[in-house]
């Protein structure tokens, strides 16, 4: 396993710590049945469907 052989900065420590919150939120898309904005490859929470089958 590799060893850092000199100390890190601290800006170099600050900026991989800020990287996390860059990253985006996922986007929604509409659901086919119910028509209402849900997390892609899902099931629909407020109509229960999936890939066009009652899951839930």
Do not use: F, N
């Amino acid at each position: 396993m590799g060893v850092p052989k000199r100390r890190q900065s601290h800006s170099r420590t600050s900026k991989r710590r800020s990287e996390w919150r860059k990253i985006d939120k996922p986007g929604l898309v509409e659901c086919p049945q119910c028509h209402e904005l849900k997390m892609p490859h899902r099931a629909c929470l407020a109509c229960g469907y999936y890939k066009g089958k009652s899951v839930m």
